[in-house]
Nanobody, 122 residues
Framework: QVQLVESGGGLVQPGGSLRLSCAASGSGFSISAMGWYRQAPGKQRELVGRITSIGTTNYAESLKGRFTISRNAPNTLYLQMNSLKPEDTAVYYC?????????????????WGQGTQVTVSS
């Protein structure tokens, strides 16, 4: 199966920057879209940003201008986070919508990484 592995999380001071990476591995698949989501303790998982195979991006409105999502073809996803705030503290998850052939049919399956912790604190 497809595996997603995030990296780049850690502790950063308010106002600082951090760059997250997500690498997809496996065989016999193609990715139609990838995205970053985050989940803070006691809160639901929320969208950070997504990017399609043609480069169209979508961000949570509150994060526009601070966070930038990008892809390094074919299967690497990045999240550049600037001007970080304590409320950005969360586990950040990589997501990929993967086109696969199962039981004779092509389907799109959502895959998730294990998450990487981002802590913004003085």
């Amino acid at each position: 199966q497809v595996q997603l592995v995030e990296s780049g999380g850690g502790l950063v001071q308010p106002g600082g920057s951090l760059r997250l990476s997500c690498a997809a591995s496996g065989s016999g698949f193609s990715i139609s879209a990838m995205g970053w989501y985050r989940q803070a303790p006691g809160k639901q998982r929320e969208l950070v940003g997504r990017i399609t195979s043609i480069g169209t991006t979508n961000y949570a409105e509150s994060l526009k201008g601070r966070f930038t999502i990008s892809r390094n073809a074919p299967n690497t996803l990045y999240l550049q986070m600037n001007s970080l705030k304590p409320e950005d503290t969360a586990v950040y998850y990589c997501n990929a919508d993967v086109l696969e052939r199962k039981h004779g049919a092509y389907i799109t399956t959502a895959y998730w990484g294990q998450g990487t912790q981002v802590t913004v604190s003085s």
